[in-house]
């Protein structure tokens, strides 16, 4: 051991650091991982045929399934989903209650997103009157459910929310409606309507998981590095005993 001495500080530094750098690196592997998957499930149920409300009901696992809807919107109750932003655009998404015929449910279908850049205009848009034939998928959102946002605007309509659970809407209205928001497919009843599958791709995961190994590569080099230094100052040290 007289060829390595790092010195107890760095040693103590290196035994705190290094393993949550590792850890933190396999934690990206497996996030990326993870949105390969979700990617590859989203992508498949996307190109799937269309089903029916109650057979989504019956579903285990709803994420991205497409869905056949029929019947017409409400114009009265709608949604504004705030803090939405494309291209560094500021925006909101339209969300606006349908009532679907075949199955006799509500469903909180999102519209899409629309621009909103002066505040003191409320965003224009107008709601189909007509029968719909439409094509939606079921979004389920990540983590903690959507709760109905408190507190925010007029207790008129349309409201602006941050949040938004549709359980709480179709109690708050008393109907009986799907439990899970429902995205519109591009068509005449859309807005812009392309939502991100995922916040951050696999590629960033992988990017970051390479420079957190690249941190730990670099702490354990010091260290080594360090250490030889020590030993061979300290074995060039002169002697200071008596003759």
Same mark, same amino acid.
């Given at each position: ?8 500080? @760095? *040693?103590? =530094?290196? !035994?705190? /650091?290094?393993?949550?750098? $590792? ?8 996030? %990326? ?68 015929? @075949? *199955?006799? =449910?509500? !469903?909180? /279908?999102?519209?899409?997103? $629309? ?8 965003? %224009? ?80 995961? $992988? ?8 941190? %730990? ?27």
């Amino acid at each position: 051991m007289s060829a390595f001495r790092p010195g107890l500080l @760095p *040693s103590l =530094l290196v !035994l705190a /650091l290094l393993p949550s750098l $590792l850890g933190l690196g396999f934690w990206q592997l497996t996030r %990326a991982e993870q949105k390969r998957e979700l990617l590859a499930v989203h992508q498949a149920r996307r190109l799937a045929v269309p089903i029916e409300v109650n057979q989504l009901e019956r579903r285990a696992d709803w994420a991205y399934t497409r869905v056949r809807l029929n019947g017409r919107f409400d114009a009265q109750h709608i949604l504004l989903l705030d803090n939405r932003t494309r291209d560094g655009r500021a925006g909101v998404e339209v969300l606006q209650p349908f009532y679907d015929q @075949p *199955s006799g =449910l509500w !469903l909180l /279908l999102n519209r899409g997103w $629309l621009p909103w850049p002066d505040r003191r205009v409320a965003p %224009a848009f107008s709601t189909p009157e007509d029968r719909l034939s439409l094509t939606a998928w079921a979004y389920v959102p990540p983590g903690e459910p959507f709760q109905l946002g408190r507190g925010q605007g007029p207790s008129g309509w349309p409201q602006l929310i941050t949040q938004v659970e549709p359980e709480a809407l179709w109690q708050r209205l008393g109907r009986a409606g799907l439990r899970y928001e429902l995205r519109l497919e591009p068509g005449p009843a859309a807005f812009q309507a392309d939502w991100p599958v995922v916040a951050m791709s696999p590629d960033k995961h $992988l990017g970051y998981a390479v420079q957190w190994f690249a941190l %730990a590569a670099a702490l354990l080099g010091l260290f080594i590095y360090f250490g030889l230094h020590n030993a061979r100052e300290t074995r060039h040290e002169p002697s200071h005993r008596p003759a």
